[in-house]
């Protein structure tokens, strides 16, 4: 049996990381509280939710690139990606774009015609500011442009068709957006931003008139004092803190590298200038015998 400590006492895990997310809102049985995050998110009525894939491999927790994301299906034709990053948001619109594609390739098998495509969205919930929109929760689909006038045939239409298509849809939080604003609690779903950003005051306060946040807390609490779930979350921080030094130190020595190169590229035709040898090595700071080799 794990070890637990006081509730009372205990530091509560950060709900936007991406282990303690998929552990509260993926978890077989917690489909209720799946359910009033996604109402409140896409602002519908959810009759049926089914999670894809509620088991957490335990070989994926210290994998610094796997992606702990929950997939689940609503209604019998809707597949949605849910994805909490909280560190690395590099080129975030076209991964966005990639994981619609995964959920459309997967779910389209050989004898299904294309009209049997189910609607994909993709949640994405992030700690930082990645848009440059005025608003904390932004929705993206595939629209046309407006019409160039040299192109235009008149076809009777009185209003043309904004999308291409509603099929797939992009939902982008930023938290950090949210935390800005500090919005009064007007619907369910700042209850629940109010909530994964550990805000502890707004907490307390968001609990207490809905079952499914209560119970969602009442989890992370107990979460929170299990010391085996404290190892397992510690675990994924130190890998993503590793990944994200390597990727730094990575870049740091390319840009290092390719300011060597660029150095010796410059040194190169300044010999073949016949411009003198200590001159070079003054200018490029490269030594007498790296310019020997040139």
């Not at 499914?212 to 890998?239: F, G, H, N, P, W």
């Not at 994200?244 to 020595?253: F, P």
């Amino acid at each position: 049996m794990n070890q637990l400590k006081n509730l009372k006492e205990v530091d509560m895990l950060p709900l936007s990381n991406d282990y303690v997310f998929k552990r509260i809102f993926g978890k077989g049985g917690n489909e209720k509280i799946l359910k009033s995050l996604l109402e409140a998110i896409l602002k519908m009525n959810i009759q049926k939710i089914e999670v894809k894939n509620p088991e957490i491999p335990k070989e994926t927790i210290d994998e610094k690139l796997s992606i702990l994301d929950i997939k689940a299906e609503i209604n019998e034709d809707t597949i949605i990606d849910i994805e909490m990053q909280v560190g690395n948001t590099t080129a975030m619109d076209r991964r966005l774009v990639v994981y619609n594609a995964k959920l459309i390739s997967g779910d389209i098998k050989i004898s299904e015609e294309y009209k049997d495509a189910k609607d994909t969205i993709v949640i994405c919930i992030v700690n930082d500011s990645i848009t440059k929109r005025n608003s904390y929760l932004n929705l993206a689909m595939l629209k046309y442009e407006e019409t160039e006038e040299i192109r235009y045939v008149d076809m009777g239409y009185k209003e043309e068709e904004p999308y291409l298509t509603k099929m797939c849809k992009y939902y982008i939080i930023e938290l950090s957006k949210f935390r800005k604003k500090k919005p009064k609690v007007a619907d369910l779903l700042e209850k629940w931003l109010y909530v994964i950003g550990g805000d502890q005051k707004m907490i307390e306060e968001c609990k207490n008139d809905n079952e499914e946040i209560k119970e969602a807390v009442k989890q992370l609490t107990e979460m929170s004092a299990d010391e085996y779930e404290r190892e397992l979350y510690e675990i994924r921080e130190r890998s993503r803190l590793t990944y994200n030094t390597e990727i730094n130190e990575a870049k740091r020595k390319g840009l290092a590298e390719g300011k060597i190169e660029e150095k010796r590229e410059i040194a190169k035709k300044m010999k073949e200038e016949g411009l003198d040898i200590k001159l070079i090595q003054k200018i490029t700071n490269l030594s007498k015998e790296e310019i020997a080799l040139l």
